[in-house]
């Protein structure tokens, strides 16, 4: 996916796709390859360990964009990776469900996203 994508360009995902399915026959359709090049293989995406601060983020943008009852559509969980830098919404949908198993305490965080 690499080489296609530094072939064709991040933007152009029909051409990707094309390529990638006469190549390999993979059956991969243009958003299938949009979507695993922004949410899993980008060299923009952080791969470290969560820090407390994003953590906080996180936190603070789950709770202005949703209410933690209803559950978030892909649209939502991207908008809140859009607020921390180098994060995809797979990623930070996964976060999310690890930060609420070790029970980060967020009553006590003084954070405000804009």
Known sequence: VF??????????????????????S???????????WFDHLSPTLRRSPWTYEEDMLLMAAHQALGDGKLRLGMKKWRM?????????????????????????SFATAQLCVA
Do not use: Y
């Open 3 to 24: 080489r296609f994508v530094s072939e064709h360009g991040a933007t152009n995902w029909k051409d990707v796709a094309t390529v990638m399915n006469k190549a390999f």
């Open 26 to 36: 993979t059956g991969r359709t243009a958003k299938q390859c949009k979507d695993m």
């Open 80 to 104: 809140i990776a859009e607020r921390i830098p180098g994060r995809s919404g797979p990623g930070v949908q996964v976060r999310r469900c690890d930060v609420r198993l070790i029970d980060l």
